[in-house]
């Protein structure tokens, strides 16, 4: 599983309402991780599995 740090670095080029429909996670959460804000355990392991395939 990636870690936060990775997963805010993987999301700074990506069209983030696209990352959320693909997750199943809202926008807002996906915004949160990339701004580096406190997130769930299961949308870091969601972003972890999108990101990482």
Known sequence: ?????????RLEDRNLKLVAKRTGLSYYI?????????ISYKAVKSLSDYLAA
Do not use: H, N, P, Y
């Open 30 to 38: 996906v915004r949160r991780a990339r701004e580096g804000a406190d």
């Open 1 to 9: 599983m990636l870690t936060i740090d990775c997963i805010r670095k």
